[in-house]
């Protein structure tokens, strides 16, 4: 005698999804698609204070960036203007 709970698959699927609609999915269809544009980031929580929105974390950033590379650059270009900056947001 078989048990009743080998003839059941065990999964959470409720009977009402009809798995035969779902033949010929692609998975990963949309990946490229989804992190083309995406670069996620999570912040410490106190620090959310001081980075309200994007916009505040890219200024935040594009300041240290022009830093590291003024400080970075011998002492006679230090003098001229630099080379590249990155732009700043308005």
């Known amino acids: 005698m078989k048990k009743a709970s080998a ?5 959470d699927l409720r009977p009402e999804y ?3 609609r779902l033949a010929g999915g692609v998975r ?3 990946y490229r698609q989804a ?3 995406t670069n996620l980031v ?5 620090l959310t204070h001081v980075f ?4 505040s974390v890219n200024r935040a950033l594009r300041l240290l960036v022009n830093a590291a590379e003024a400080a ?16 700043t947001a308005p």
């Open 52 to 55: 309200r929105d994007s916009e």
């Open 72 to 87: 970075a650059a011998p002492a006679q270009s230090r003098r001229l203007a630099p080379k590249k900056r990155l732009p």
């Open 42 to 46: 999570l912040i410490e929580p106190e």
């Open 18 to 20: 009809d798995l035969t």
């Open 35 to 37: 992190i083309a544009g």
């Open 7 to 11: 003839n059941r698959r065990n999964d």
């Open 28 to 30: 990963g269809k949309y």
